[in-house]
């Protein structure tokens, strides 16, 4: 009896362990089909993600470009791509809307018309989703992006080499340096110090220009979209002391003791600054045309702060892009910008010193040379909401 009753015990306990075991299964089968659900739903979430910060960037590329009535299709442009690519459902559904717009949910810091929110969702079916009454899962994404300060406040374009120092000290401490060619020192003095200087190469005197980061990307103009100005005419005029009054003008030459009036000034013919002539001008843009050109004597000193409002908010000086004339100031000279020096195609040449414009001081022009001196550069531009050398960036 008892033999018989311990391989009755024993079948039973058999019984039991394969029962568990099909329970067992059924669990693992179950969490390995729900896993299934959940990767694809992760998976769909990551390429709707990567598909609303590209759409999201064109938009506000667009706003930037000064094309804001078309930001919404820019950015259904780009989902129309990817869907059509494979990368996104095709079932895809997007919400695009500026931040500034009712119902957007945009952090306060980008509740503006000058940033855009693009929200993208797909409904999928499920497996084991089914089994639990959840037919289908919805992966979101979203993305928020606008134009923000670049982080560059010396931007040269492109010669060679783009960027040239001699006797003269150039510190950058919260922005960068960015050359579109090489980089070089020519006295065993020069040095820029920067939170990083970029360029293809650094030649002669690189030890005291640093960080230095060789074979970089050439920058691109973060000012492509300011607008060109109305073509105009004026007549010449000569101010020996004074007041010169915004307008706009054919020759232009100052001596003396000039004192700018608050407006834009525009130059058509030959901007003259004679010897030890000191010229300041607050709230003030100089615009020199694609013909005009500049001749700078020893001893003078430029001083302009760029405006704060209006389409030039933070451009201090512009040289037309397609103006190829040389800016050369003579030994013994000095520039000092509140905002902006904008000149695309121009090479440049400082005498002397350049920037000292307190928290915002920036340039951007097709090559460098700053033969002596000091120059202290800032893009925090905190009088002009940020630096005007803009980048896209993502915000959310």
Known sequence: MSIRTR???????????????????????????????????????????????????????????????????????????????????????????????????????????????????????????AILNRLSLTPTARAVAGASSGPSCIIALSGSPSISIGNAAITSPTCAVAAGGPVQGTNPNSTITASAVTGTTCVNNCGTITPFYANSPAPSDPLESLPTPATCSGSNVSVSGGTWSAGCFGNVNLNATVSMGSGFFTVNGVLTISNNTDITGTNVTIYLGPTASIVWGQHSSLNLTAPTTGTYTGIAFYMDRTNTNPFTMQNNSD??????????????????????????????????????????????????????????????
């Open 7 to 129: 391989i009755a015990s024993a079948g039973d306990e058999s019984g039991q362990i394969v029962l568990l075991t099909a329970f067992a299964m059924v669990a693992l089968l179950g969490m390995a089909t729900f896993s299934l659900d959940a990767g694809y739903a992760y998976d769909t979430r990551n390429k709707l993600a990567g598909s609303a910060d590209a759409a999201a960037k064109s938009a506000a590329l667009e706003i930037w470009r000064g094309n804001a009535a078309n930001y919404a299709a820019f950015a259904q442009a780009v989902v129309t791509q990817d869907k059509g690519a494979g990368r996104i459902p095709t079932n895809t559904s997007a919400t695009i809307r500026l931040c500034s717009d009712v119902g957007a949910t945009c952090l306060a810091g980008f509740s503006s018309n000058k940033y855009v929110e693009v929200i993208l969702s797909s409904s999928q079916s499920t497996y084991v989703g």
């Open 335 to 396: 520039l000092s910008i509140v905002g902006a020096f904008y000149a695309p195609k121009s090479d440049v040449t400082i005498g002397n010193s350049l920037g000292n414009g307190g928290d915002c001081s920036l340039i951007v022009v097709r090559s460098l040379d700053i033969g002596n001196g000091n120059g202290h550069f800032n893009n925090n531009c905190s009088g002009y909401s940020g630096s005007p050398l803009t980048t896209i960036s993502l915000a959310e």
